[in-house]
């Protein structure tokens, strides 16, 4: 049988989160239902209820970092058990199918992934996110959570872990490499962090200096302020690798002029208007810019066992059910440091409204 929940849900891009009542579908042999615990909030929450990632299905649930301890399994899964402590990211099914699925690059599925969220779902159902008291999900899709992480940490690793762990991995950031974070927000404090457990010398670029000490906290070596006069000549050529984490306009060649020859630019923040480039700045020193979406699921495991090994989590500020209008306004201005995530147990206490 669909299972019932409370969860924060939209009507509208304009309307206040509400609390209601909504279903789960019923699980399958192959689910696992998990009590969620954490929820974050990601920036591509506020995009995609705010319309503008496209029009969305509403009423919808939103929320892709999800953690939690498995309360069921169907009859055939073999990989958890009830007590098990799990997290769940931006997908929730793939075609299990294609060149992608196989190599595990699930995010790639040639078929489309099923999205955490405001998708199609296997029953036809569209998926609700983790802002919810319980989800079910695909075994194939959950993640061990480490003993060593705390469920409000770990969740925002979901996402903003795995997306800045990937590309880091993908270009094999090691010990003595000089890497830019650019952004200090949700994604690149993570960032800052993975890179320098790597072992990698690791500076922010900001426009300002006005987070250079808690840069330096997260592991940062220096903060650079992009603003100021010469800063793009007087940085020229430094950089083994640029992790680009913001989604605004920047002056793309400039940027690619603060790389090394054959130094990479990989790009996990989306702007909403096209960048200006010329492949000049790309043929001279044969540099690559590349892009990086989330991870595949085993990768996703490895990000989520490295953090706990090294002592790495997100810097979060905890919010409850009725606070979330008032973080999303936040995170768009900027004023959350770093992640904002939803304390699931206060859904206990509110009422569903009609």
């Known amino acids: 049988m669909p299972i019932t929940v409370k969860a924060l849900q939209k009507t ?20 696992v239902v998990i009590d969620i615990k954490a929820a974050g909030i990601c920036h591509s929450d506020i995009h995609t209820i705010r319309n503008e990632w496209g029009e969305a299905h509403f009423p919808l649930t939103v929320g892709h970092e999800i953690a939690g301890i498995v309360e069921a399994v ?11 402590r799990v997290g769940v990211g931006c997908m929730v099914n793939s075609c299990g199918e294609c060149e992608q699925c196989r190599a595990g690059q699930e995010q790639n599925c040639l078929r489309g992934n099923i999205g955490t969220y405001n998708v199609e779902d296997v029953d036809g159902s569209i998926t609700q996110g983790g802002y919810s008291e ?7 899709f959950v993640l061990r959570i480490p003993e060593a992480l705390d469920f409000d940490v770990a969740a925002p690793l979901l996402c903003a872990g795995i997306t800045t762990y990937a590309p880091l991995a993908t270009w094999k950031v090691s010990e003595g490499q000089k890497v830019a974070v650019l952004g200090l927000g949700g994604l690149g404090h993570m960032g800052v962090q993975i890179a320098a457990a790597k072992g990698a010398e690791v500076t922010v670029l900001s426009r300002s200096l006005k987070k250079e000490e808690v840069a330096k906290e997260l592991g940062a070596s220096r903060v650079l302020a992009t603003a100021e006069d010469g800063f793009f000549e007087e940085h020229r050529g430094e950089f083994d690798l640029i992790l680009n984490t913001i989604s605004a306009d920047i002056p793309v060649d400039s940027y690619l002029g603060l790389l090394k020859p054959h130094g990479v630019m990989t ?4 702007p909403p208007a096209a960048q200006p ?6 043929i001279l020193g044969g540099k690559v810019l590349a892009g990086s979406n989330i991870g595949g699921i085993a990768e996703t495991q490895e990000m989520l066992d490295f953090c706990a090994e090294h002592g790495l989590g997100a810097k979060i500020e905890k919010v409850g059910v009725h606070e979330v209008d008032e973080a999303y306004e936040r995170v768009v201005a900027g004023e959350v440091h770093f992640r904002c995530v ?11 409204e009609a």
């Open 12 to 31: 509208g891009p304009d309307q206040p989160f509400r609390v209601a009542q909504i279903e789960r579908r019923d699980p399958r042999a192959d689910d």
């Open 134 to 140: 319980k989800v079910v999900v695909n075994q194939g």
């Open 277 to 282: 480039l010329h492949f000049g700045s790309l």
């Open 267 to 270: 790009v996990v923040g989306l």
């Open 74 to 84: 169907g009859s055939d899964v073999t990989d958890f058990k009830v007590g098990d």
């Open 342 to 352: 939803i304390d699931t147990s206060t859904f206990d206490d509110a009422e569903v």
